[in-house]
């Protein structure tokens, strides 16, 4: 009932950037918080940025000062500017957001994206 579609992903030289995108689609009532989790090969998936439905905003610390994450709520969209890159950068980056349904008893549910892949070469 609820889609999750990542796009920016791809490849790019160390210091550049990249600008994600994750757009949900489907029967939304509304949504809560949104977020953007990697998954580096042999790793733990771990949490990149995350923002809430009024805009606060938290940072993994490794990309404190080079990521920003930002949503337009009329649009669905959660968006990670993505500045500076290095090749520990490298990894699947997947959308996640807390969604409640449009539908009887407005179910609220954890949904997550199919992942696009950034690599940053050195």
């Known amino acids: 009932q609820v889609q999750l579609v990542e796009s920016g992903g791809g490849l790019v030289q160390a210091g550049g950037s990249l600008r994600l995108s994750c757009v949900a689609s489907g029967s939304i009532s509304s949504i809560n918080a949104m977020g953007w989790y990697r998954q580096a090969p042999g790793k733990q998936r771990e949490l990149v940025a995350a923002i809430s439905s009024g805009g606060s905003t938290k940072y993994a610390d490794s990309v404190k000062g080079r990521f920003t994450i930002s949503r337009d709520n009329a649009k669905n969209t959660v968006y990670l500017q993505m500045n500076r890159l290095k090749p520990e950068d490298t990894a699947v980056y997947y959308c996640?957001?807390?969604?409640?349904?449009?539908?009887?008893?407005?179910?609220?549910?954890?949904?997550w994206g199919q992942g696009t892949q950034v690599t940053v070469s050195s």
């Open positions: 996640n957001a807390i969604i409640r349904l449009a539908t009887v008893g407005g179910y609220v549910g954890d949904y």
